[in-house]
């Protein structure tokens, strides 16, 4: 490591913020991480994860050697081989595979487990040589991201640091207090007029100035109100519309249903809290709106993120200094991944994540999947419908490899675990969706034990599988992946990276100001109000309301837990009270059923059940139920999560998850 003891590093969760650090070395071990302070968003402090960061990197429980499976899937017995023996096998059963079921019976599972491009995209190169099945990533923002372009041409929206500059923000379906600790602050810094929507009362609810409660799923309603109410008390940008948009007509006639009476009785709020906010809406300027990433897994995901984004185009919100949406500015981020990933070799099948179960046990597949290779990932926890996705990692004829930090629930059911590095222990270069920085992580310490990095397990995996010329060190694949970068890309290079160990995107101005030109990359270049890509694929042009119902009469959300990324760090301590998940429950729906504040309780629907704590609370409304996660099954009572009854049922758009609309009973245990 020569005799340098700091290095920039990045922390590679799956988050908004991107935190950039410096990690100082004594000894050949981490004496600490701080925060670097000149970053627009660290700013100098870290989340409870990334103070923990060191716990997590040097638990007792880290993987150190290769593993294989002596006992049955799922009862986690494995004995110690050497790398040699590991990827012999790996080798055996992956050209086994190809020679007697075709390339495609392999399938990679990996997402954002680590944010580092990589790590994340380097293993496709052989993936996409070999033709193997192609894994669509949509557990997360899919819906989102396909609305948005349906009426902007791009999912990318405002600079984060340019809610400094806003009159009003509107957090919508988003509790940032939690899950964009690094935003948030600057929201309550600009003096804002803060508007919460969410059907949770959340912490960042707690210190807004309106929350409107609504029912799930009701949003695109409300949104379509809040249009309605700009056209017709003449608050609606008619200047801006005619210059920058298309299909008002089209929309305002959708929106003129929904009536302040009508809208309310469909979203559950009262009509002076609805009046209120819409006045704001149209009146202060400029004004944000932030819409969270779970809003979008529902049914009616892409429906709701649709309406909601629309709002401020009608009120003349875009392309004003501190106005305007944020989803996901992955979008920003213009260089060529397949630097990294390599190029298909052919067109191949296509796999949704999030019907993993149903593509290990669907009858009819074929090929069926005879190798599933997991990274980045820990599907028997994160994965929805998670009985069909245990009966599918239980089959004897499907090799399972996971590589990984530690043994989740998945490795459990492995035939092979393979040790990875933690960030500290690799090279790697970041993007952000939340913020516009690119930064470089360097490999701070060796790697501990035996791990390997993504990149050098399939270096090594792509030579003994005959392809050398797949192989190229890291360092070699970010200088050329950031030499394809244009736009607000272009000139960050990995020797400014390695000097400074970030660079800020090159926008026009600091913050950017989203869609300061007004040219959007639709086909008319403007604003699509009604959307003509949408109708071309089948979809309504404009966005509406339609009414989700289940066969339960509680609706259970679960969103992800403030000290927790994922799955990630459930291992390293306890957060939900011993094995316990806690279960959030109106005191009527409490009543109703017979129980009491922290009664063990059964939560379950058709597809499965689990054990939660009862906690009685003025944060939901009766019909509503919140759990947080996502935690590790087998450390729970039990051993099954809120998983065990979400549903592989994807979204209007996009193809994405629908973990919130998931309707269940609760009794007590």
Same mark, same amino acid.
């Given at each position: 490591?020569?005799?340098?003891?700091?290095?920039?590093?990045? !922390?590679?969760?799956?988050?908004?913020? +991107?935190?950039?650090?410096?990690?100082?070395?004594?000894?050949?071990?981490?004496?600490?991480?701080?925060?670097?302070?000149?970053?627009?968003?660290?700013?100098?402090?870290?989340?409870?994860?990334?103070?923990?960061?060191?716990?997590?990197?040097?638990?007792?429980?880290?993987?150190?050697?290769?593993?294989?499976?002596?006992?049955?899937?799922?009862?986690?017995?494995?004995?110690?081989?050497?790398?040699?023996?590991?990827?012999?096998?790996?080798?055996?059963?992956?050209?086994?595979?190809?020679?007697?079921?075709?390339?495609?019976?392999?399938?990679?599972?990996?997402?954002?487990?680590?944010?580092?491009?990589?790590?994340?995209?380097?293993?496709?190169?052989?993936?996409?040589?070999?033709?193997?099945?192609?894994?669509?990533?949509?557990?997360? %923002? %899919?819906?989102?991201?396909?609305?948005?372009?349906?009426?902007?041409?791009?999912?990318?929206?405002?600079?984060?640091?340019?809610?400094?500059?806003? %009159?009003?923000?509107?957090?919508?379906?988003?509790?940032?207090?939690?899950?964009?600790?690094?935003?948030?602050?600057?929201?309550?810094?600009?003096?804002?007029?803060?508007?919460?929507?969410?059907?949770?009362?959340?912490?960042?609810?707690?210190?807004?100035?309106?929350?409107?409660?609504?029912?799930?799923? +009701?949003?695109?309603?409300?949104?379509?109100?809040?249009?309605?109410?700009?056209?017709?008390?003449?608050?609606?940008?008619?200047?801006?519309?005619?210059?920058?948009?298309?299909? *008002?007509?089209?929309?305002?006639?959708?929106?003129?249903?929904?009536?302040?009476?009508?809208?309310?009785?469909? !979203?559950?709020?009262?009509?002076?809290?609805?009046?209120? *906010?819409?006045?704001? !809406?149209?009146?202060?300027?400029?004004?944000? $709106?932030?819409?969270?990433?779970?809003?979008?897994?529902?049914?009616?995901?892409?429906?709701?993120?649709?309406?909601?984004?629309?709002?401020?185009?009608?009120?003349?919100?875009?392309?004003?200094?501190?106005?305007?949406?944020?989803?996901?500015?992955?979008?920003? $981020?213009?260089?060529?991944?397949?630097?990294?990933?390599?190029?298909?070799?052919?067109?191949?099948?296509?796999?949704?994540?999030?019907?993993?179960?149903?593509?290990?046990?669907?009858?009819?597949?074929?090929?069926?999947?005879?190798?599933?290779?997991?990274?980045?990932?820990?599907?028997?926890?994160?994965?929805?419908?998670?009985?069909?996705?245990?009966?599918?990692?239980?089959?004897?004829?499907?090799?399972?490899?996971?590589?990984?930090?530690?043994?989740?629930?998945?490795?459990?059911?492995?035939?092979?675990?393979?040790?990875?590095?933690?960030?500290?222990?690799?090279?790697?270069?970041? *993007?952000?969706?939340?913020?516009?920085?690119?930064?470089?992580?360097?490999?701070?310490?060796?790697?501990?034990?035996?791990?390997?990095?993504?990149?050098?397990?399939?270096?090594?995996?792509?030579?003994?599988?005959?392809?050398?010329?797949?192989?190229?060190?890291?360092?070699?694949?970010?200088?050329?992946?950031?030499?394809?970068?244009?736009?607000?890309?272009?000139?960050?290079?990995?020797?400014?990276?390695?000097?400074?160990?970030?660079?800020?995107?090159? +926008?026009?101005?600091?913050?950017?100001?989203? *869609?300061?030109?007004?040219?959007?990359?639709?086909?008319?270049?403007?604003?699509?109000?009604? %959307?003509?890509?949408?109708?071309?694929?089948?979809?309504?042009?404009?966005?509406?309301?339609?009414?989700?119902?289940?066969?339960?009469?509680?609706?259970?959300?679960?969103?992800?837990?403030?000290?927790?990324?994922?799955?990630?760090?459930?291992?390293?301590?306890?957060?939900?009270?011993?094995?316990?998940?806690?279960?959030?429950?109106?005191?009527?729906?409490?009543?109703?059923?017979?129980?009491?504040?922290?009664?063990?309780?059964?939560? $379950?629907?058709?597809?499965?059940?689990?054990?939660?704590?009862?906690?009685?609370?003025?944060?939901?409304?009766?019909?509503?139920?919140?759990?947080?996660?996502?935690?590790?099954?087998?450390?729970?009572?039990?051993?099954?999560?809120?998983?065990?009854? +979400?549903?592989?049922?994807?979204?209007?758009?996009?193809?994405?998850?629908?973990?919130?609309?998931?309707?269940?009973?609760?009794?007590?245990?």
């Amino acid at each position: 490591m020569g005799t340098r003891s700091e290095f920039f590093t990045v !922390c590679p969760r799956d988050c908004y913020d +991107t935190c950039a650090m410096i990690t100082r070395v004594e000894g050949g071990r981490i004496d600490s991480i701080r925060p670097r302070l000149d970053h627009g968003l660290t700013r100098g402090f870290l989340c409870k994860k990334g103070q923990r960061a060191l716990e997590y990197v040097f638990s007792p429980e880290r993987l150190k050697y290769p593993l294989r499976r002596v006992g049955r899937k799922g009862e986690g017995k494995f004995e110690r081989i050497s790398w040699d023996a590991a990827l012999s096998l790996i080798v055996e059963e992956m050209e086994g595979a190809i020679e007697d079921h075709g390339p495609e019976s392999i399938l990679p599972y990996s997402y954002a487990g680590h944010m580092g491009l990589m790590n994340r995209y380097f293993p496709q190169r052989l993936f996409n040589r070999i033709g193997a099945s192609d894994l669509e990533y949509t557990i997360c %923002s %899919s819906a989102g991201k396909g609305a948005l372009r349906y009426h902007y041409g791009t999912s990318a929206g405002m600079d984060p640091e340019d809610l400094a500059n806003s %009159s009003l923000v509107v957090v919508w379906g988003m509790n940032p207090a939690w899950t964009a600790q690094h935003i948030y602050p600057i929201i309550a810094r600009s003096g804002a007029k803060v508007v919460v929507v969410d059907p949770v009362r959340t912490e960042t609810a707690d210190r807004a100035d309106l929350h409107l409660q609504v029912r799930p799923g +009701t949003d695109s309603a409300l949104a379509l109100g809040v249009i309605n109410y700009a056209v017709s008390h003449n608050l609606h940008d008619q200047e801006f519309i005619r210059e920058h948009t298309v299909g *008002f007509e089209m929309l305002a006639r959708r929106a003129s249903g929904f009536t302040a009476e009508r809208v309310c009785g469909i !979203c559950g709020i009262g009509e002076g809290d609805f009046l209120d *906010f819409a006045d704001g !809406c149209c009146r202060e300027k400029p004004a944000a $709106f932030l819409i969270g990433l779970g809003i979008q897994r529902n049914l009616n995901g892409g429906e709701m993120v649709r309406a909601i984004s629309l709002i401020p185009a009608v009120t003349g919100n875009i392309g004003r200094r501190g106005g305007g949406f944020f989803h996901s500015n992955s979008a920003y $981020f213009t260089a060529d991944l397949t630097v990294v990933a390599g190029l298909p070799s052919r067109k191949r099948r296509e796999i949704n994540m999030v019907r993993l179960g149903e593509a290990l046990t669907g009858e009819g597949l074929d090929p069926p999947v005879k190798v599933l290779f997991v990274y980045n990932s820990n599907p028997a926890a994160v994965c929805p419908d998670q009985n069909r996705v245990r009966e599918g990692l239980s089959r004897e004829d499907l090799f399972t490899v996971v590589h990984d930090l530690f043994v989740t629930d998945t490795a459990d059911y492995a035939d092979l675990i393979l040790p990875a590095t933690s960030f500290l222990e690799c090279f790697d270069i970041h *993007f952000a969706y939340g913020g516009l920085y690119v930064a470089i992580n360097e490999k701070a310490i060796d790697p501990i034990g035996e791990s390997k990095s993504n990149y050098d397990l399939f270096n090594e995996l792509s030579a003994r599988m005959g392809y050398p010329d797949l192989c190229e060190s890291p360092e070699s694949v970010a200088r050329r992946l950031l030499g394809t970068g244009s736009g607000y890309m272009e000139g960050i290079t990995l020797e400014e990276l390695m000097e400074k160990g970030f660079a800020r995107l090159r +926008t026009p101005q600091i913050p950017h100001v989203a *869609f300061s030109d007004l040219r959007f990359g639709t086909p008319s270049g403007k604003i699509e109000l009604c %959307s003509s890509l949408a109708q071309a694929e089948g979809i309504d042009g404009v966005p509406g309301f339609k009414e989700i119902k289940g066969d339960h009469p509680i609706r259970l959300l679960s969103p992800f837990h403030r000290d927790l990324s994922k799955s990630q760090y459930h291992n390293i301590g306890a957060i939900f009270g011993g094995d316990d998940q806690i279960v959030e429950i109106s005191q009527e729906d409490a009543a109703a059923r017979g129980i009491s504040d922290g009664d063990r309780v059964r939560v $379950f629907n058709a597809r499965g059940d689990c054990v939660m704590r009862a906690k009685i609370s003025p944060r939901v409304k009766r019909g509503v139920a919140v759990t947080h996660g996502i935690a590790w099954p087998k450390l729970l009572e039990g051993g099954r999560n809120v998983n065990f009854t +979400t549903s592989s049922e994807t979204s209007d758009i996009g193809g994405c998850s629908t973990f919130h609309t998931n309707f269940v009973e609760i009794e007590r245990a």
